[in-house]
């Protein structure tokens, strides 16, 4: 791994102020196209997730490593004004800056639309909040697992019949993440054209309400609301997990066609043409009774046998646990764990770049920075700062 980039977003400086997990994806995904990401944080302690942990590996909180490599880390007190005047430094250079701050915060600090416009006015500005800038609920702060609750996400995950369930993951953050990556990039587009640059707000709310799709249309087109199918889906059966003689599998049928190929595959072809199953709204409306046969069906031999016969005639996979699909030899014929050197850690792997360019190759150039690893880099080589003023910055608890 080579400190230098060509992916395609390089030559462009970030100023990531964000913390937790929806800023701090977003800032490394530009990172990993190529982008300077100057990470800011504040001293002593830094963003919260260095602390989320177990799992560490040496003192690095296994969660914080997962969202913050390609950045540098500056630590600096924000609050006070000498560290503004140095933010306000680093912003002048920026082409983006991204912040997760409750509303009012940059303003307060005095970064304000009119300081944005004389002295940034070509800056990218993302802001992530919980809810938004207007509404009755914009001034609350914005956690994912209630996003998840509020939205109706939450609504819609878990067993038929049984409680409500959150997602494996902070999905509402990674989602508002990637969607604050390709604004930004949006914008940085449209300044080629304006010569301006602009504002992008996302937040958890919008996010979350967005990632409801098909099933939020479901009630806007015909007033249903969303309910559990467990692994189903609502509108296509079968598409459901099934259990063989000795695993579960995941199993797919998009159309007529996959399903009359499927049920000769099972030794049942009649259901093809069954009143009850010939067509995929039949199928919906007598979604027990398909799903119990195919089960029975599949019982009789085991999963790898099924997912033999089924692969090229269905979408159809194997359960795996999160070791396996790591371990598969798919995933590291992909890429999509990396190993690079970190300063107190040593060999450190990590989750791949899921991105591929054919021309500007993005790349695992940094790792996870520890705290204030690059501060006098940093002060010195962007903000030309001498040795004797950043030890009094030091003293006085700026940086």
């Given amino acids: 791994m080579t400190q230098s980039s060509e992916g395609p977003l390089a030559g462009i400086r970030v100023v990531d102020l964000t913390r937790i997990l929806a800023g701090p994806l977003c800032a490394m995904m530009l990172g990993d196209m190529g982008a300077d990401v100057i990470k800011v944080e504040p001293p002593e302690k830094g963003d919260d997730t260095r602390a989320w942990g177990p799992p560490f590996a040496g003192n690095e909180a296994a969660y914080f490593l997962t969202i913050n ?54 800056l990218i500005r993302c802001a992530i909040t919980g809810y938004g800038s207007s509404g009755p609920k914009a001034p609350l702060p914005g956690y994912d697992f209630i996003l998840q609750a509020e939205s109706g996400l939450m609504s819609i995950c878990g067993e038929q019949g049984g409680s409500p369930t959150k997602y494996g993951v902070a999905i509402v953050d990674v989602c508002t993440g990637m969607l604050a990556c390709s604004s930004i990039v949006a914008a940085l587009n449209a300044r080629h054209r304006t010569g301006k640059g602009q504002k992008v707000e996302l937040s958890l709310y919008e996010s979350s309400l967005a990632m409801l799709v098909n099933v939020a249309q479901n009630y806007l087109t015909a007033g249903r609301d969303g309910g559990r199918f467990g692994n189903g889906h609502p509108s296509i059966v079968p598409y459901t997990t099934y259990r063989t003689a000795d695993a579960m599998i995941a199993l797919g049928v998009g159309n007529e066609v996959q399903f009359a190929r499927f049920t000769e595959v099972v030794g049942h072809p009649e259901w093809a043409k069954d009143s009850r199953f010939n067509s995929n709204r039949a199928r919906v409306e007598n979604r027990d009774v398909i799903d119990g046969l195919i089960e029975a069906a599949l019982a009789h031999d085991s999963a790898d046998n099924w997912l033999a016969k089924l692969r090229g005639i269905v979408p159809c996979g194997k359960i795996n646990s999160v070791a396996q699909a790591l371990d598969d030899p798919h995933t590291q014929a992909r890429r999509m764990v990396e190993t690079i050197e970190h300063p107190a850690v040593g060999a450190l792997k990590m989750l791949g770049i899921p991105f591929k360019f054919s021309d500007t190759a993005c790349s695992v150039r940094r790792a996870p920075p520890t705290l204030g690893q690059h501060t006098d880099e940093i002060l010195a080589g962007e903000l030309g700062l001498e040795a004797k003023a950043i030890a009094e910055l030091r003293r006085n608890k700026v940086v």
Avoid: C, Y
Avoid at 103 to 111: A, C, H, I, M, R
């Fill in 69 to 122: 490599r390609n950045k540098r880390s500056l630590t600096l007190n924000m609050a006070v004004p000498a560290g503004q005047k140095i933010l306000a430094g680093l912003i002048g250079k920026a082409d983006v800056l991204i912040d997760n701050f409750r509303l009012g915060t940059l303003e307060k600090w005095g970064f304000t639309e009119a300081w944005f416009d004389e002295h940034a006015p070509r």
